[in-house]
């Protein structure tokens, strides 16, 4: 069993920056690939940015240059630093851990970007 649990969301105005962070029960080193999911209301969760064991990243179109996913293997911990935020990027964000066995997903946050 792997508990992600998920921190930083909240309200920012359009041009500014959020960091989240995902906390994991146990060591990264040991999941395939961690990653940042968001879901709107009216839209299907959708990939934001992955990252793999191996350090390997890939994000969306829409969040490339501004979105940057990083992980402290000490801490156990992943983040997303979004920067220049847009009022589309209003979503719950949720941390994804994909292991051998099972894909496990923390609780979500909520990000609002608005003036």
């Known amino acids: 069993q792997v508990h992600l649990v998920e921190s930083g969301g909240g309200l920012v105005q359009p041009g500014g920056s959020l960091r989240l962070s995902c906390a994991a029960s146990?060591?990264?080193?040991?999941?395939?690939?961690m990653g940042w999911y968001r879901q709107a209301p009216g839209k299907e969760r959708e990939l934001v940015a992955r990252i793999t064991s191996g350090g390997s990243t890939n994000y969306a179109d829409s969040v490339k240059g501004r979105f940057t996913i990083s992980r402290d293997n000490a801490k156990n911990t992943v983040y997303l630093q979004m920067n220049s935020l847009k009022p589309e990027d209003t979503a719950v964000y949720y941390c994804?851990?994909?292991?051998?066995?099972?894909?496990?997903w923390g609780q979500g946050t909520q990000v609002t970007v608005s003036s």
């Open positions: 146990r060591s990264i080193f040991t999941i395939n690939a």
């Open positions: 994804k851990a994909d292991t051998l066995r099972i894909i496990y």
